[in-house]
């Protein structure tokens, strides 16, 4: 028998039960549509997470802080006093590898322009030492980043300018802004700076380094003499290179410079650390669909080996008149091929579907409101279904639905051909 | 062996198991059928005359003896070259046994599907077959919308749309009220003397058996009598 024509008759055969064929062909819809939107969303979200680390960092910069970035809060690990200070940025300079080290001094504040005021993390940075670094993201819209700063200069980032996204400035080029750091208490203290420029959108979050929309830059003297203080968040230093054996070697003789009390963390690191993480979910994600793709596939063996016993007679007349075992085992196959193929079509529409509804409902596709200056959002994160994905499921869908017929189509092709017949 | 000889039956056994005790169904059945020949088998119910028949159309093998179609020995074929035999045996059932789903031009066209002849050539020659049993205007009828003996015609020209070595019919009237089976049988009578087909009929009733040259009455497995028919 051609391929093509039993094709034909076995799509006659689905076409003839449509109930129980749409029903047997909904679990691998639902298997395979489980598959792609949950992909496609963590596909889409792995794309946004990266970029924004490539947005907001270079690979060949490290990290030097006192505490564990990554460190999660009451994580079990004991909080240490080691504290590190803007001079400490002088001795990683003497580092092998290192061009130069930049510290990041910040406190929260409450600032407060002419027409409100909001709270934010204020930043203390060497204003040309922060644009080498961030080179794309340190960038001014509006104003510069000056080269010589007066001491009263302030840099702020896009959704802090225009928070409601409406054209309503918070402040403009020249505007003043005060800054109060301890709001209420009895040490409360203010400085009036003027705003110098206003940094073109970065997207997404900071993670803490790096520039933000929601920041608020200031020289670092001026930090330093207004907090009182020149203990630093994190020091910044860029590599000669961002290769890994620099890397490597950097981070070692700084972790050795501070008798390995400070944490030092690559960007490359990190962005490993979030790959690897993601890729957990992913599996763990994959392997709940898959479990449903195997349900649907349990589902066209029961149904197969139920219709089985209904075209008992059907087989025996195939076999009376010439089929061959390999024959009637190729129908049965088929049957579960389309249904393998018509379900992966639908189900990958409906997962699409189902991944731009989901990022709909989390925000993503749809702009609700406007942001607001502390707004610390993912991005949009848009589903991504590659061609890949798509193909991937199909295969699936499609190699479980014969996988789980081969039993009730092998069946069928040892029937005995008068004993078919004789079935009433 | 006489190259007329279409079928030769030797010494032909078959028992079936049921459960731990054996039935004897054929207990040693010898005769030979000739290129042309119209034969009807007879006997009581539970005689052998549908596992005879069977047999010769290859959906069985012998338990013992021997059966050669066209010198074929059907005992030594395995599954599938039994099954590309039977592709050359054009069988009638009682129940007519049509696919429902496929209209009357899509079950004639059936064995040649299995077959793998192309779409066309198979299409002209099962239209050509459904003319030839009066069904020229019902080809794309279901078999629900078909009478009894409508059902039965597309059957033969299933049967016969393959150019068997022979035409094979167990009870094909059981079904049929008296005129429509004489209307079948005037069917067979016509591929009998004009395509020089050779007809095998398994049948109970007396005014199907008269048609045929030859009678084998079976009985209990055994042949009774094999004679020429003299009406
Ligand atoms: N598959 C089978 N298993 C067991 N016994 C069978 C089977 N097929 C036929 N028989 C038995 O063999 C005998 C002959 O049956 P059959 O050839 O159908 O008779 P007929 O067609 O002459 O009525 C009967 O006794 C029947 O019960
Ligand atoms: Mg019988």
Redesign the interface.
Known sequence: ??FK?TLG?SF??I??RKLRSGLTTLGIVIGIAAIVALLSFTQGFEVSITDQFQDGFSTDTLIVSAQNPMQVPGGGVEPSDFTMYTNDSESIETVDGVIFATPLVSSRATIESDLTSTTAEVTGVNYTEFAALYSTTFVAELGAIPEEPANDSVIIGQSLYDPWNNGTYFVDIGDSLTVTINAGLPTEKNVTLTVVGVLAEVGGSSFGVGPSDSGVYLTLDTAVDFFESDEVKSIVVQLVSDNEATINAVTLDIEALFDYEATVTSMTSLLDTMTTMLGTIELLLTGIAGISLLVAGVGIMNIMIVSLMERT??I??????????R?VMGIFLTEALLIGVIGGVVGIAAGALLANLFSGLLGGGFTMGGRTPSDLSFGTITPILTPELALWAMFFGVVVSVVFALYPAWRASKLD??DA?RKE | MNTNTVLEVQDLKRTYQLGSIPVHALRGVSFQVNAGEFVSVLGPSGSGKSTLLNMIGALDRPSEGTLAIRGTEVGTLNDNQLAELRQRVGFVFQFFNLISRLDAIGNVELPLTIAGVPAEERRAKAEQMLEKVGLGDRMHHKPSELSGGERQRVAVARALVTDPSFLLMDEPTGNLDSVTAGEIMDLVDTVNQELGMTVIVVTHDPDVSSRARRKIRLVDGQIDSDEVNNN
């Open positions: 028998m051609k024509d008759y006659s055969a076409r003839l007679r059907e025996g007349i195939l076999k009376a008149l010439g089929a061959k075992g024959t051909p008068v017949l």
